[in-house]
């Protein structure tokens, strides 16, 4: 082999010349920017989409969003947008900072040190955030 890419480096080159073919605007797209578009959503809302939808007696729009939180974290928090929009949606839906730091915490027994830290420091980063709005 002469090329010397890796086969993801070519999967992601593929990915962003499919992506430029179906809408040129995609070429410059930064997903971080998508937080900008939209920073949450309401509470009703979450409930509608992602809660109580199947089961009345379901799972609540906050325990969902922890819920994802740990899964996110439990990835190594690789995905920075989608963990800080997940802090933020579930700051929305009820959430307090002590539960999303122990949603965290808790899943360093199983992804591990770094993963919670890495979690930990983009979730302060939006509830830093959310203290400078309040004032």
Request: zero cysteines; aromatic letters at 6%; a negative charge.
């Amino acid at each position: 082999m002469t090329d010397p890419k890796t086969p993801f480096e070519l999967m992601m080159a593929q990915a962003q010349e499919m992506a430029k073919a179906f809408n040129p605007a995609l070429s410059t797209f930064d997903p971080t920017n998508f937080e900008k578009i939209w920073p949450t959503m309401p509470k009703d809302a979450m409930e509608m989409w992602f809660g109580r939808g199947m089961s009345k007696e379901g799972l609540d729009a906050k325990t969902r969003l922890l819920l994802t939180l740990a899964g996110l974290t439990m990835q190594g928090a690789q995905a920075e947008t989608p963990l800080r929009m997940t802090v933020r949606h579930a700051m929305e839906a009820g959430a307090t900072k002590d539960e999303i730091a122990e949603t965290i915490a808790q899943m360093s027994m199983f992804a591990g040190i770094p993963a919670m830290t890495r979690a930990m420091d983009l979730a302060r980063g939006v509830m830093d955030d959310d203290k400078d709005d309040e004032t």
